[in-house]
């Protein structure tokens, strides 16, 4: 099993969309999207389960991402819409075997980590 890539970062205005992608997503794995801010604890952003019948959100992003994974591709998007200034962040992709209910957005979870993609948007 190869290591998370992350892909598709930038530099944006507000009000902006970008799509990010994390490669080399794991089989049978519940995938994940986090972010950190400078200064800020790691936040949970978006997990998908394998097959994609359970999806959570973090509070600051739902209604405005939307996650969605291509398994025949190995291959977990974020589509983020609507972008603010506080979207700024280091975005991760994580994997995780097993979750306990409830735990979805504990990063102590999540067995493996992309290395991070740079998300920043400007006023």
């Known amino acids: 099993q190869g290591q998370l890539v992350e892909s598709g970062g930038g530099l944006v205005r507000s009000g902006d969309s970008l799509r990010l992608s994390c490669a080399r997503s794991l089989a049978g794995y519940l995938m994940a999207w986090f972010r950190q801010a400078p200064g800020k604890e790691r936040e949970f952003v978006a997990g998908i389960s394998y097959k994609g019948g359970n999806i959570y959100y973090g509070d600051s992003v739902r209604g405005r991402f939307t996650i969605s994974r291509d398994n025949a591709k190995n291959t977990m998007y974020l589509q983020m819409n609507s972008l603010k200034p506080e979207d700024t962040a280091v975005y991760y992709c994580?994997?995780?075997?097993?979750?306990?209910?409830?735990?979805?957005?504990?990063?102590?979870?999540?067995?493996?980590w992309g290395q991070g993609t740079q998300v920043s948007v400007s006023s």
């Open positions: 994580a994997a995780a075997s097993i979750i306990p209910g409830g735990r979805v957005a504990d990063e102590n979870q999540y067995d493996y």
